[in-house]
């Protein structure tokens, strides 16, 4: 089975197979499980730092922390998926990095839209579990055209977003229309749609990887690409719910 999920590619899970053939461990769900736990609570705890400098200090004090987060993430997630056997030390820092970025967008949100992140974060955790249980009961079938859909829908969401950054770098008005009214909305309704279809995706590879009894080696590689999964997860609830109260 293909997977939509970036982090997901199967020259990374063959590379990982590759490397850890004959380690001797296998992995576990509730090995991932723990793992991915681990790498939340370091979003949390760096994310609850990066707020209540915010807090302290006002906003302005953490937006170069912020964006250094984010960059920063990006870069780590770009290598952890080039170096999948690098994971064990790639995913914390990609954790710990994206939490700052996320508690600053986080606390600026809740200053104009209070509550929202809250409830953002209790639809991420809600929509996992339900997604979750549903996997698990054999309620959704994740075959390999669905996966090529979600793929395919991926790209298209990519093309979009980059093509908003550059136009709103460049000053040309409809960078903004892409992300206002209408056609707004659909766009953060499908990245949520998305988001959730990748979550199934990634049980499926994880389920995949079990019975073909990887590494344990590898748990961290894919407790990373389920938190990569959950803050995208959020920051599409994030922005969504803010239009509600707008």
């Known amino acids: 089975m293909k997977s939509s999920n970036p982090t997901y590619s199967r020259s990374a899970i063959a590379r990982l197979s590759a490397a850890h053939v004959s380690d001797g461990t296998v992995l576990t769900l509730p090995g991932i499980a723990r793992k991915s736990l681990v790498l939340l609570l370091l979003v949390v705890a760096s994310a609850a730092y990066t707020w209540r400098m915010a807090a302290l200090q006002g906003a302005d004090a953490v937006m170069g922390a912020a964006l250094i987060g984010i960059i920063g993430g990006l ?3 770009i290598i952890t998926m080039f170096s999948p056997t ?7 820092i990609y954790a710990v990095l994206e939490g700052i970025g996320i508690g600053a967008i986080s ?4 200053v104009r839209y209070h509550g929202v992140p809250l409830q ?4 991420t955790f809600g929509i996992t579990a339900v997604c979750f249980g549903l ?7 994740v075959s390999e055209t669905f996966a090529e859909k979600v793929a395919i829908g991926m790209m298209g969401l990519l093309v979009v977003y980059l093509l908003r950054f550059v136009l709103a770098l460049a000053g040309v008005p409809i960078g903004a229309v892409l992300d206002q009214g209408v056609f707004g909305f659909a ?4 990245s949520i749609g998305l988001a959730i279809s990748c979550l199934f995706v990634d049980f499926a590879e994880i389920e995949s990887a079990r019975r073909e009894k990887l590494s344990a080696k590898t748990e961290w590689y894919f407790a990373f690409s389920v938190i990569v999964t959950l803050i995208w997860l959020y920051i599409a609830m994030l922005r969504m719910l803010r239009r509600f109260r707008r």
């Open 187 to 190: 766009i953060n309704a499908i």
């Open 75 to 77: 870069v780590v997630a």
């Open 107 to 110: 606390y600026i949100t809740n």
């Open 86 to 92: 690098a994971a064990p030390i790639t995913a914390p």
């Open 120 to 123: 953002a974060a209790v639809a």
């Open 135 to 141: 996997f698990a009961t054999d309620r959704i079938e």
